[in-house]
């Protein structure tokens, strides 16, 4: 069992993250909540789909509507993500 000498002089101390480090923590911070964003919005589209069918059906039937939603919702993501990139540089320089 190690003693509790042995287990402070083993930490790190903490250190300041470089801008690096930062953007590519930040990245993985909202990239993950862009993910549980997108499964919440799955989710929840097949909810409705199944709701639409009385909640009736097989497993292969929620499968389906979990399909869809999903195939839906990232329809809708990428056109949001379209809608929003600047396009400017594609414009003639010589106008």
């Known amino acids: 069992m190690p003693?509790?000498?042995?287990e402070t002089a083993t930490r790190r101390p903490r250190t300041k993250l470089s801008k690096s480090e930062e953007n590519i923590l930040a990245h993985h911070v909202i990239n993950s909540a862009k993910r549980t964003d997108r499964q919440e919005m799955i989710a929840t589209a097949a909810y409705y789909r199944a709701e639409k069918r009385g909640f009736?059906?097989?497993e292969a039937d929620a499968v389906q509507d979990w399909l869809e939603a999903e195939m839906e919702?990232?329809?809708e993501l990428y056109a949001f993500d379209s809608d929003t990139i600047n396009f400017q540089f594609l414009t003639n320089?010589?106008?």
Do not use: F
């Open 3 to 6: 003693s509790k000498v042995s």
């Open 56 to 58: 009736n059906g097989s």
């Open 73 to 75: 919702v990232d329809n």
């Open 93 to 95: 320089k010589a106008e």
